[in-house]
């Protein structure tokens, strides 16, 4: 007869796992109040970030020691809260896991930043103006610079890893509303990182390269972006700038004119050779073919030097499109027939000029005014913040490059985006890129678009990165006799007036080969070449008026597959749309 006691060994069973399931709601109590914590000190960080930003930006430096302090203070605590050992167990628990991993990860991130990062810059902006780099009066103030150099490398040094870090964060795996914050923070570490690079480049090489140790020459290479070439457009005008202790003035100016073609080329290297021949070594105007500035720009010094007989410092690249970015600052400018605003400008410089200026070297004349004007506008602005920010902007699209004769100089600007150069890829992330180079011999390239799309994943096994150009032509369908012949070419070149013809190259992450390549889901003929160890693969394609095109081009191996994918190509009158799409493997 049983005395309505269960047996000992079902009791024991009983008490464990109610034992078990308390201290599963404590834990989940647990977590829950120190995530909501840390959510509330993350969010407190973000606000604060803001209003430090908008401090510093207004000089207010007394302001901002107390938003940082702040900032500090949460970033701290929200580390504090998603560290301990009951926050790391549910960060291994299936699905939920990487939720609990990525809030403890931006936690990390934040706190790494305000103890690392914040300090050294407002050290930097107690003693510089940050907001116009001393510029002031057309002349730049080099004194400075030397002081906030090593600050500025502490603070690159950590936003650079909070960079590294970030991306490493696994957003995919996280809930909606955690992997937009993941995204959020990307950007904004991206962005800082960006800019305070740019900062510490800027003091590291402004006072030599403006010529606080000795005047500096510079050429400066314009380029129409009507006329694509690898960095932006065909060079149209050409000009000498000098640099002395801190100020700038425009010597003078040339035409393509003045450099005929070379009948012997100037050495390139085999991969532009294998690419565009030899064209690049003859032609100034093609010169921006190269993929590589560091190559273009000590080509373009040659050519300068063979045809004046004048050695110079560097060279400085920049497309028609800044000139939008400049008027923001300096306001309308009027040159020939035009009144150029920052809404206009570029429809004047790459289409209508054209057709109300049909004669090729009238177009130079005019070109060469707006060049002159536009400096002197720019280096005379009333407001040098703008003037900065209106830079900052044209180099951030890939606008502006640099190339330097000094070793010590080139090799700082190669590792910038400033250099022109094709990064090398890391073990958290990868770059494909899509290069377009017109032959049309016109300047039909104010009609076209583009857009890029990339995948990554694994296909038949293997790692896999899939880039996808689309090339659109939307001059209208009657641009054979409605558009200049000086815009269409009028067939000088083969092509039908109207149509458009483009070489399209797309290259993959280093260490990646292609194993699949379409155009419209048909193979096609295409030139390969290799550029610093990635393969390049080369359509040429032409399209009439409304006609469009997707080359895909798939690679696999040990650079691709499943990384940080960031996609460079040539700027673009208008910045083609860049997606990332779920991938399907193309075979």
Not at 92 to 103: D, K, Q, S, T, Y
Not at 411 to 418: I, W
Not at 499 to 521: E, F, K, N
Request: hydrophobic share 45%; charged share 20%; aromatic share 6%.
């Amino acid at each position: 007869m049983s005395d309505g006691r269960l047996p000992a060994r079902r009791r024991w069973i009983g008490w464990t796992v109610g034992i078990l399931l308390s201290l599963l709601l404590i834990a989940i109590g647990w977590v829950a109040v120190r995530g909501i914590g840390a959510v509330n000190d993350l969010q407190q960080v973000a606000k604060g970030a803001t209003q430090l930003k908008s401090s510093i930006a207004a000089g207010d430096l007394e302001g901002a020691q107390p938003i940082a302090k702040s900032i500090a203070r949460n970033a701290a605590s929200a580390r504090d809260l998603t560290s301990d050992p009951v926050w790391q167990v549910f960060g291994a628990v299936p699905w939920l896991g990487p939720n609990f991993r990525a809030v403890s990860e931006v936690a990390e991130i934040a706190d790494d930043v305000s103890q690392e990062a914040l300090s050294p810059l407002l050290d930097v902006a107690a003693d510089f103006d940050l907001a116009n780099l001393g510029f002031s009066g057309g002349k730049i103030d080099l004194a400075p610079f030397a002081a906030i150099a090593e600050p500025l490398g502490a603070a690159d040094a950590a936003l650079s890893a909070a960079q590294r870090d970030a991306r490493r964060i696994d957003a995919d795996a996280t809930l909606p509303p955690l992997a937009d914050a993941v995204e959020e923070l990307r950007s904004a570490v991206t962005e800082a990182a960006t800019v305070v690079g740019s900062l510490r480049g800027a003091a590291v090489l402004l006072p030599t390269m403006l010529g606080g140790e000795g005047p500096r020459d510079y050429v400066l290479a314009m380029q129409n972006n009507a006329e694509l070439r690898s960095s932006g457009g065909i060079v149209g005008s050409i000009a000498l700038l000098h640099a002395e202790n801190g100020q700038i003035t425009l010597q003078s100016q040339a035409s393509t004119l003045d450099f005929p073609p070379l009948e012997t080329p100037l050495p390139l290297s085999e991969s532009t050779v294998a690419l565009f021949e030899d064209r690049p070594g003859r032609y100034l105007q093609n010169i921006t073919s190269i993929p590589d500035f560091s190559e273009a720009g000590a080509t373009i010094a040659a050519r300068w030097e063979g045809r004046f007989g004048q050695k110079v410092d560097g060279v400085i690249a920049v497309d028609a499109v800044v000139a939008r970015h400049l008027l923001k600052v300096t306001g309308d400018l009027t040159f020939g027939p035009f009144t150029a605003t920052a809404d206009n400008v570029t429809d004047i410089l790459l289409s209508e000029i054209y057709a109300a200026v049909p004669d090729p070297a009238a177009q130079d004349q005019i070109f060469a005014g707006v060049a002159s004007a536009l400096f002197g506008a720019a280096l005379s602005a009333g407001d040098p913040e703008a003037l900065v920010g209106a830079l900052a902007d044209a180099a951030g699209e890939g606008r502006i490059r640099i190339w330097s004769a000094h070793e010590d100089e080139e090799s700082v600007l190669a590792a910038s985006a400033l250099g022109g150069t094709i990064p090398e890829d890391t073990a958290d992330g990868s770059s494909v890129g899509v290069l377009m180079n017109d032959t049309t011999g016109g300047k039909m390239d104010y009609y076209t678009r583009a857009s890029i799309s990339t995948a990554v994943g694994t296909c038949r096994g293997l790692p896999t990165t899939q880039v996808s150009v689309t090339w659109t032509n939307t001059a209208p369908a009657d641009a054979a006799t409605a558009l200049p012949k000086y815009v269409t070419a009028d067939g000088f070149y083969g092509v039908p007036p109207g149509s458009v013809r483009t070489l399209i190259a797309v290259y993959g992450p280093q260490g990646a080969t292609p194993d699949h390549i379409d155009r419209d889901g048909e193979e096609d003929a295409v030139q390969t070449a290799v550029l610093d160890d990635r393969t390049v693969v080369q359509h040429e394609v032409t399209l009439a008026p409304g006609e469009s095109t997707t080359i895909t081009v798939e690679f696999q191996g040990t650079g691709a597959g499943e990384r940080l994918t960031e996609v460079l190509h040539t700027p673009l009158i208008d910045a083609p749309e860049t997606t990332r799409k779920p991938l399907t493997c193309a075979s």
